[in-house]
């Protein structure tokens, strides 16, 4: 291990508790400008955050991207205002002063919690508890197979991470540190703002645990030091970066440390001290200044320590340009968001294979199919599942497991985990390097939804393989048998929902997945075969459109049948009944809702077509009606599933080819009725 070479800042006069409280004071005020925050957060753990950003932390205000950066994760997003305090404090660009006095305000850098790709130096967003340490896991474990791929000289940094009570009581945290302590992850330092308060009052109300044998239970390194000593929380970061497993330091802190009324209650959790408390507070930490005034000294040796990363970031420049002079690297290729050349060739490929030998296959299996195509090509694409690897089918045959002692593979069994693994993918993608992708059943997107609506949230590449998909997964029950998930999913706003219908769909899917740098996507795959639809197949992805016409029957048409996934069968089947009865039916296949609405009024119209429209999706109705417009029919299910073979199922729940003729033929006959009556 490459120790961080970092620049000493030069010694000055200026203490501990001044740069602290430099911390302090501008959380105090800025909330108590805005009339809303958490001062009592960042007031308990200035001095920790002290230490760690003066002592320790290797990075460059200069560059808050550096990939060779240390991660500093505040959990307890709550607290921003430590957060905003410290990028101002060491000179991150945008940070201003004025920024931190519009805290909380539209159009600010200063949100209310942080925001990644929003305020330069947040490098997650968090405010849901449990959030940011479990995303902090995914970025440990970027780290350790980054470093695995090129070593010290490229690739060797730590993560922070600052956590509270709330963050430790979510459910969630049991499977990120499980997780963590499970794969050794080292590189992760957990600082536990241990001061026993949260909103409602002590935590003594509602928690009992002993945090610090549970880390340890849990596989991690773990110790207990006084928050408020700067040489206890040095040497504890100290000893915690050369342990070879995750570390805990549970800081005993003082929540609203200073504040003489506040102090050590919950009254300092939430709500700005007002100005009594925050004179007095100004006497009894001997700040004598002004609102968000700090001393020149004090901001001097800050913004001395924003600096100190400089000659560590060039001397990484400059070995990764040596990298570099021998043509492209597979270091730059991995750090390149873009996908590399080689990857359209084989997509391309298992595309035109399934045009070819049109499959008869599940979509799940389909996708295993791409992902084993595209591996090769993709060396950055590190798949996983919640311990459904056998039946989501998402490990390539080049994968290797990634395991404590093997960081060299592309494969994470990520155990019944579906949270965690969420989140841990954020925090892959956050850290770069990757692409995540992960599998579960779709039923159970609802354990990992906070994680994916956060990586909608902050617009970044993340891969859900969602297999079982409806009541076509059959024995298993209305337990496993996604009805409300796709409506649920297409709800949240920037993520793209995928229900391909058969093999040439799926590699689209895949396609239009790994191509969508500012999206995480979800790829709901049947866990039943599905009969190939697409006849000829062009250099255009389809999908990438949401929606487009597989069938356009002669001479005009009379209705259109709109389906998703296992369903288009059922359309187009449906449109041959309705063609032996006279009529003629259009199929429009709509693998993706979020695409088809980016697309033109007239693209859409084109597709949808000016007479009555079916739609047929084994789910729930959601949003449907958006697309089916007021002669419109849904053919779908209206409650929970059953236990029985699928084809028991789509009889039984009138999913059928009959049924959706039927409710053409109705559609029909009511539109003909309206525009009688017109
Ligand atoms: C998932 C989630 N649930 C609830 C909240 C609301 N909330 C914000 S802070 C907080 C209490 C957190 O307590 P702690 O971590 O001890 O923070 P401290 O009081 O020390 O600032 C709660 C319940 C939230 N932000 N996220």
């Not at 940070?95 to 305000?105: I, M």
């Not at 979510?170 to 992760?188: C, V, Y």
């Amino acid at each position: 291990m490459n120790a961080p070479v970092l620049s000493p800042v030069a010694r000055t006069e200026v203490s501990h508790a001044e740069m602290a409280n430099a911390i302090r004071f501008l959380a105090i005020d800025a909330v108590e400008k805005a009339k809303s925050g958490h001062p009592g957060m960042p007031m308990g753990m200035a001095d920790v955050a002290t230490v760690l950003f003066s002592r320790f932390l290797k990075f460059d205000a200069a560059d808050p991207a550096w990939p060779d950066r240390d991660r500093f994760v505040l959990s307890a997003g709550h607290g921003s205002m430590l957060l905003y305090a410290l990028l101002h404090l060491t000179g991150y660009q945008g940070v201003t002063s004025d920024e931190l006095r519009a805290f909380r305000q539209w159009g600010s850098k200063t949100p209310g919690h942080p925001e990644f790709g929003h305020t330069p130096g947040v490098e997650t967003t968090t405010g849901p508890l449990g959030q940011g340490i479990a995303t902090a896991v995914g970025m440990a474990l970027a780290e350790r197979l980054l470093n695995a791929r090129f070593g010290d000289d490229f690739v060797d940094h730590f993560i922070y991470v600052i956590a509270g009570d709330g963050c430790l009581m979510e459910g969630l945290s049991h499977e990120a540190i499980s997780l963590a302590g499970h794969l050794r992850l080292n590189r992760l330092i957990v600082l536990f703002d241990d001061n026993q308060i949260s909103i409602d009052g002590a935590t003594s109300l509602s928690c009992s645990d002993d945090q610090v044998a549970r880390f340890k239970a849990s596989g991690w390194s773990a110790c207990r030091i006084d928050g408020h000593d700067p040489e206890a929380i040095s040497a504890a970061i100290e000893q915690a970066r050369k342990s070879e497993r995750p570390s805990l330091i549970a800081c005993r802190t003082v929540i609203g440390f200073g504040a003489p009324n506040r102090q050590g209650s919950e009254k300092a959790h939430g709500a700005p001290l007002g100005a009594d408390e925050i004179a007095k507070t100004r006497a009894a930490l001997d700040w004598p200044y002004q609102p968000f005034a700090i001393p020149e000294s004090v901001l001097a040796q800050w913004r001395g320590i924003g600096a100190r990363g400089q000659s560590a970031r060039r001397a990484w420049i400059e070995r990764t340009r040596r990298l570099n002079s021998a043509g492209r690297s597979p270091f730059h290729d991995a750090l390149n968001r873009k996908l590399p050349c080689g990857y359209a060739d084989a997509l391309a490929q298992i595309r035109d294979r399934f045009a070819t030998e049109r499959p008869n296959i599940a979509t799940r299996q389909a996708s295993q199919l791409v992902i084993d195509a595209i591996a090769e090509a993709l060396p950055n694409l590190l798949g996983g599942s919640a311990d459904l690897t056998h039946s989501n089918l998402t490990r390539a045959k080049t994968h290797q497991p990634v395991k404590p002692d093997f960081r060299g593979g592309s494969y994470i069994h990520y155990g019944v985990r579906e949270h965690a693994m969420a989140a841990a993918m954020n925090g892959i993608a956050l850290h770069g390097g990757f692409i995540p992708y992960g599998g579960t059943f779709l039923t159970f997107a609802d354990y990992s939804r906070p994680a994916i609506r956060l990586a909608a949230l902050m617009r970044i590449r993340v891969i859900h393989v969602m297999t079982h998909d409806s009541i076509g997964l059959g024995e298993d029950g209305p337990t496993h048998q996604p009805v409300e998930h796709l409506a649920s999913l297409r709800a949240i706003p920037n993520l793209l929902v995928f229900r391909p219908g058969d093999a040439v769909e799926t590699a689209e899917a895949w396609d239009c997945a790994l191509r969508a740098q500012a999206s995480p996507s979800v790829l709901c795959l049947s866990r039943q075969a599905l009969p190939a639809f697409r006849e000829s197949i062009g250099s255009a992805n389809l999908v990438a459109s949401g929606a487009y016409v597989v069938i356009e029957p002669e001479g005009g048409r009379d209705v259109t049948l709109i389906a998703t996934g296992s369903e288009v069968s059922i359309a187009l089947k449906a449109a041959k009944l309705l063609t032996k009865d006279g009529f003629r039916a259009a199929v429009v296949s709509a693998p993706c809702f979020d695409l088809f609405r980016q697309q033109s009024r007239e693209y859409q119209a084109a597709v949808l077509g000016s007479v009555p429209r079916v739609g047929v999706e084994a789910a729930i109705e959601g949003d449907w009606a958006r697309w089916l417009g007021d002669a419109g029919e849904f053919v779908g299910m209206t409650g929970f599933g059953a236990s029985a073979p699928a084809e028991v199922l789509y009889r039984e729940f009138g999913i059928t080819a009959e049924a959706v003729a039927t409710a053409a033929l109705h559609s029909l006959a009511r539109s003909r009725m309206a525009k009688a009556y017109a």
